[in-house]
């Protein structure tokens, strides 16, 4: 069996689509005669927040699925002061040094990026001719957060871009989750070797059903995390609720100003469930009429791993990100789409659904889709043939 490692900064227990890519990435490669360990901080996404079962140890290692899994400390936050944010990152990456300092490292070593901090620490430590080292890029920093308005392309703007070029130049390998992340590396270097990791999900999917409750309003569901990028708060705020019922899943930045609204304007018809599981999440979804998936600003480089989730689901899609996921949409016909951030064209888009096109037929046509086209085993033996 061949060792590899994977350092991530998300990993089960955590949630979200971070978290889930790499573990059925880890699993996957573990299945296919890899010898798998994974470094990740201790669980404490998207709280910000040491999980209660890790909280006051500086290490805890264990043996899940047959991989060997390095949780190292981490000074948790998720505060929009920058500073702190800052010294999180910074405090997983001294744990990285001290882990790599101590331990005999693979020769073959995924890294996730973003965030930048950690992939930087991670190829500044581990180059060596005798390693190979691959670069999980999932989002273009600092490039996403200009976009997102977390930050203006100043001084800090420019030492990020330094830190992504040197991640991108020393990597002997790069994974992008979209065509657009590909692109921004060879603009950057030509003849960098690229592959595209789409965020294909792996579980086991049930046939659709016509369980949808008929109403005179269209049940629509978001699911996943209710932070700035996503924009949820604002969404609420401007969808027109004459037709429609709003069900919101997830937990998140915003998730206290969305129970506020709520409760401050009962007219709107929005109705928070908090956070489920996955398997639960998968469960539920199936019982409403169609499910959005929005981003508060086009973001390069940028496709939710839901649209492929939900197709694996059968779910009918409402895209309202912009960019290639709006590409992903249109090219494979999961659903419609609303030009990003504007909220009046999305308020006709729904008006004007077609619910004939809400039937279990369509549903089924959609999961056959993702069967055919966002199949996770055929693209992991794919990568295993370039790594």
Sequence with gaps: MKDLLIITNYFPPETGAASNRIFHLSEGLQKHNFNVSVLTPLPNYPKGRV????????????????????????YASNSKNKLLRLIAMLSYSFSLIWFFIWNKIPETVIIQSPPLLVAFTSVLFLRSKKRKLILNVSDLWPLAAFELGALKKNLTYKILEKIEGYNYKHADLILGQSDEILTHVKSLYRNKSTFLYRNYPDFKAQVPNNETQTSEKLKIVYAGLLGIAQGILK???????????????????????IQDLIENKPELDIVYHSEVSRQELHSVLTQYDITIIPLLNRIYGSVPSKIFEYARLGMPMLYFGGGEGETVINKYELGWVANVGDYTELNIVISNLDRSKLSLEYRIKIQNIAFTNFDFNIQLKQLIEVI
């Design 51 to 74: 999980f209660e079962d890790y909280r006051g140890q500086f290490k805890r290692t264990s043996v899940e699925n047959d991989i060997s899994i390095h949780r190292l400390w981490i």
């Design 235 to 257: 969404l609420c705020e401007h969808l027109d609720y004459s037709k429609i019922q709003f069900h919101i899943y997830g937990g998140g930045a915003e998730e206290l100003a």
